[in-house]
């Protein structure tokens, strides 16, 4: 049942549920955006390898990717508050751990635990949201809730540049304390329990173990794809074990036998084509979240702080109109909105796929800033009413498992592309780079030494055989060869945006969500009829 709106110390009891859960998801969404630009640093005053670079994002994707399902269902069990809670807790502990952190391997270790603690904390403060405003004001709220988690999570790198350029890197992760400091005492002071009233208090152990190695394995095979190839056995293994322990999971859901997933979800049309979107959008969305930053400092020069001010004006953009379309999407419904957002992302990716390799910080508002602002209007319209398609699709009591499956859709797609485009960037970056009239005139060790650097993109080191002339010119190829491959990775991106515009076009039905909307209203007042549906 959901709470009526009231007055708690002057504030309503709408502000303390997004204002809650905005904060908390913000932690999550903060350590995923703000510790690209402190690697460098990180990697200098650590000592730190490559592959420790690559696991310090990783480890914490892969953990939470691997787990979201079974923690967003745990709150639809248990309660959401609870849920959340406790993994509000486990973040911040963890935060202080990498926060005082020595070495890389404690870095890791405790990204492992932020991992744990933000998979209980994303599917379920999106699933207090969901359950709070769904007979009135949903997608008002999505609108709030995303607009402002994009805010947190865009500034978070701008934050992060200062503070790296400051030498106080570590300040990315103490960030974290005071966000879970309120983030907690708002949900236990003024929000609501919510969990699904006709579930079972029981989860299966199996089931949890099943789905989470198979989670597991995929991310795990894809994440590590670019560095050993699909060909591998430490690659083929884990994806296969995945496949395996996915499909023995949904075998045995279809009997309800673990109690985690209600497979009915998928019957639903428009919550099916939801997921499909996000599967896309955020799974091609992710190279230019990852290496626009490289781009912007590795290949054009940028300072981290330009590059983290660089990215401001598409997030504040992406704020205020996160807040406009919520509105609309209560009277109208997400279809139209969603398409035409995705097209404006579309349009960004073309637009950033033609800047190349620019004369820098000077050149920024010519090259980049339109792209970029253009992406800030399709990420506005596309994040609110996407999450109002997966979330108001679904009936209220399977809110978390609902908002589990969209994130884990969300963290698959990421990884599954990354893995892929991954691979295939470094691919691109060698070919451009040893193919370089350049190159091809210098000696042939020289080039031999390139090529087999080439793996390192923008950072690939430079014989130290060449003279200050020549270290010029190499530099610049390099440089070129990297723009040229972000320009083709933002090709494709363009592509499959305008194919999930197709899929939101002829698949979301506005009028299924409202008439879910209806058939909740109508459980709560006919508990019988709810049950019914629900069976």
């Excluded at 919520?326 to 969603?338: K, N, S, T, V």
């Excluded at 390099?478 to 320009?487: E, L």
Aim: charged share 10%; proline share 4%.
């Amino acid at each position: 049942m959901v709470a009526p709106s009231i007055k708690v110390d002057g504030l309503s009891t709408n502000f303390w549920v997004l204002f809650s859960t905005i904060t908390a998801a913000s932690m999550a969404y903060v350590a995923s955006t703000s510790l690209n630009v402190a690697l460098p640093a990180i990697q200098v005053e650590l000592d730190a390898r490559g592959a420790d670079l690559i696991w310090i994002p990783n480890s914490y994707v892969l953990v939470q990717a691997s787990l979201i399902v079974v923690t967003g269902s745990m709150g639809d069990h248990f309660g959401r508050n609870r849920v959340c809670l406790w993994g509000i807790l486990l973040f911040a502990l963890a935060s202080v751990f990498c926060g005082v952190a020595t070495t890389t391997n404690v870095i890791i270790a405790g990204r492992v635990a932020q991992g744990v603690g933000s998979s209980m904390i994303v599917p379920n403060s999106l699933a207090i949201t969901s359950a709070y405003f769904s007979r009135r004001g949903q997608g008002w709220a999505f609108g709030v809730w995303a607009g402002f988690t994009v805010l947190m999570a865009g500034v978070a790198p701008f934050f992060a540049g200062v503070v790296t350029d400051m030498g106080m890197w570590r300040l990315i992760f103490f960030i974290h304390i005071p966000l879970g400091v309120m983030a907690a005492f708002a949900i236990i002071r003024f929000v609501p329990e919510s969990y699904d009233k006709d579930a079972v208090r029981r989860m299966s152990l199996v089931g949890a173990l099943l789905i989470i190695v198979g989670l597991g394995g995929l991310c795990f095979g894809f994440i590590e794809s670019s560095t050993f190839g699909f060909g591998n056995v430490i690659i083929i293994a884990p994806i296969l074990i995945g496949l395996l322990a996915i499909a023995r999971f949904l075998h045995d859901e279809r009997n309800d036998k673990h109690a985690i997933l209600p497979l009915r979800l998928f019957r639903s049309r428009t919550f099916s084509a939801a997921n499909v979107i996000t599967l896309v959008f955020h799974g091609v969305i992710q190279p230019a979240v990852l290496y626009l930053p490289l781009n912007l400092i590795q290949a054009q020069g940028y300072s981290a702080t330009f590059t983290g001010l660089a990215t401001v004006p598409m997030i504040l953009v992406a704020t205020v109109v996160s807040y406009v379309v919520g509105p609309r999407l209560d009277r109208h419904g997400p279809r139209l909105i969603l398409t035409i957002g995705l097209i404006c992302s579309a349009l960004s990716l073309v637009l950033l796929s033609n800047v190349g390799l620019t004369g820098g910080e000077s050149d920024y508002f010519s090259t980049f800033f339109p792209a970029v602002l253009l992406l800030g209007v399709g990420f506005g319209m596309v994040f609110a009413p996407l999450t109002l398609a997966a979330m108001g699709s679904a009936p209220e009591n399977n809110a978390g498992i609902a908002s589990g499956v969209n994130n884990t859709v969300v963290r698959t797609g990421q990884v599954l592309v990354v893995g892929i485009l991954g691979g295939l960037a470094i691919s691109w970056f060698g070919q451009n780079l040893v193919n370089d009239p350049y190159i091809q005139s210098l000696p042939p060790e020289t080039q031999s030494q390139l090529a087999a650097n080439a793996g390192d993109l923008a950072e690939t080191s430079i014989p130290d055989s060449l003279s200050e002339e020549e270290r010029i010119g190499v530099s610049l190829v390099i440089r070129r060869s990297f723009a040229n491959m972000f320009s083709v990775l933002m090709a494709i991106a363009a592509v499959f945006c305008l194919f999930a515009s197709l899929v939101a076009w002829f698949m979301i039905d506005d009028g299924e969500i409202k008439a879910r909307r209806k058939r909740d209203i109508e459980g709560e007042l006919n508990p019988q009829a709810g049950q019914l549906e629900a069976n």
